[in-house]
């Protein structure tokens, strides 16, 4: 059983998450309150932007040090509540509000976690918590503007809703902008070069396109067209047509690998957004993994992009609050799931820290 306190305390902290509007690059009355409530219980925190990061009390810098991160920023609302999405309401064992599950319980949890090992001696491994912005709109301003900042880290766990099980690998995200020229000319003539006609060819190619190498754990990479615009009258051929491809890469090739085969295929050009999102995975021998399956949590290779793109080093996609409810009307985590959180993320390190 967990401390009673320490749970209490992470579902008053999260009520105070959710009453406070905190859209990306918003997120200072979030920010506040992650700055008070760490005030409060005595730890020291640095910060930048709206990014606040600690370590435990007894850090020992002849130590490896772990990352425990989420993010506090949330979607906007979308237009389908039937609830107040800033009002913290708990009906049936479920706590409601925009930002419980995605990532308000996966935060409160992990910071819970940070201040059980807090005032700990003796650990095997230094522990750093990041409560982090952006994430959503995978803005620079979030954990990618401090990691410089938080020295050497040898592992991290990144707080998303996985119902507690292991998400081992993530795919990795490149949007590309991709431009095609023809000639304009009179639709009723056999005249000019139509740049939409031209562009099926390529669209068709991302349509049908398999690349080689295959993920054991994530599968294939995926790409999906998702808009394209051409034309500005009826009776004119369109010498300019534009279409953007959503790329999900996975863990066995990089973005820019990616990049550069698409690139040998298509004749349209190809610009890509950032290539900085990139497919990240966890060994399944690793320890902090072999720590979750021997407490009977199951391993899977995440669809969806995360803050863990950003880093370089093994990283763990885990929380509580399940992804399915994530961007979704009337947002709300099981308050057991807040419990089952806490008391997850700590056996599992304890079993690695101790």
């Keep these: 059983m967990i401390d009673k306190i320490l749970y209490e305390n992470s579902v008053s902290l999260l009520k105070k998450l959710i009453s406070t509007p905190s859209l990306s690059k918003e997120e200072g009355g979030t920010f506040a309150i992650l700055s008070d409530f760490f005030t ?22 002849n130590k490896k ?29 479920k706590l409601f509000g925009l930002g419980s599950n995605d990532a308000g319980g996966c935060l409160v949890s992990l910071i819970a976690t940070f201040l059980h090992f807090y005032n700990q001696e003796n650990l095997k491994y230094n522990i750093a918590i990041a409560t982090t912005a952006e994430e959503e709109n995978s ?51 056999n005249e000019g070069e139509n740049a939409i006609y031209k562009a099926l060819k390529d669209i068709e190619w991302f349509q049908n396109y398999q690349f080689t190498k295959v993920s054991d754990t994530l ?11 051409a034309g500005t009258l009826h ?6 047509c534009t279409f953007t491809v959503d790329v999900r890469v996975t863990d066995v090739y990089s973005n820019e690998d990616v ?19 990139k ?16 407490l009977g949590k199951n391993t899977y290779g995440s669809p969806t992009t995360s803050d863990q ?25 099981y308050l057991k799931e807040i419990e089952e959180g806490i008391e997850g993320y700590i056996k599992m390190l304890e079993k690695v820290i101790k």
């Design 40 to 61: 409060k219980n005595s730890v020291a925190f640095h910060t930048k932007g709206f990014n606040i990061w600690a370590y435990n009390k007894h850090f020992d810098k």
């Design 65 to 93: 040090t772990i990352l425990l991160n989420s993010h506090h920023d949330t979607v906007k609302p979308n237009k389908s509540y039937t609830r107040d999405p800033f009002s913290p309401d708990e009906v049936d064992g």
């Design 139 to 189: 803005g620079k301003g979030g954990l990618e503007s401090i990691i410089p900042e938080l020295g050497k880290l040898d592992f991290a766990i990144i707080g998303e809703p996985t119902l507690m099980d292991l998400a081992i690998a993530e795919k990795g995200l490149m949007v590309l902008d991709c431009h095609v020229k023809g000639k304009s000319g009179h639709a009723a003539r």
């Design 219 to 229: 599968g294939p990479i995926k790409m999906t067209v998702t808009i394209i615009n």
């Design 235 to 240: 009776n004119v051929v369109p010498d300019n």
């Design 259 to 277: 990049l550069k085969i698409i690139r040998q295929f298509v004749n349209c050009e190809v610009v890509p957004r950032s290539v900085r999102l």
């Design 279 to 294: 497919p990240s995975s966890i060994p399944k021998e690793h320890p902090i993994v072999q720590a979750g399956i021997s």
């Design 309 to 333: 793109s950003l880093l370089d080093i093994p990283s763990l996609k885990c929380g509580p609050g399940d992804s399915a409810r994530s961007h979704t009307a009337d947002e709300f985590i």
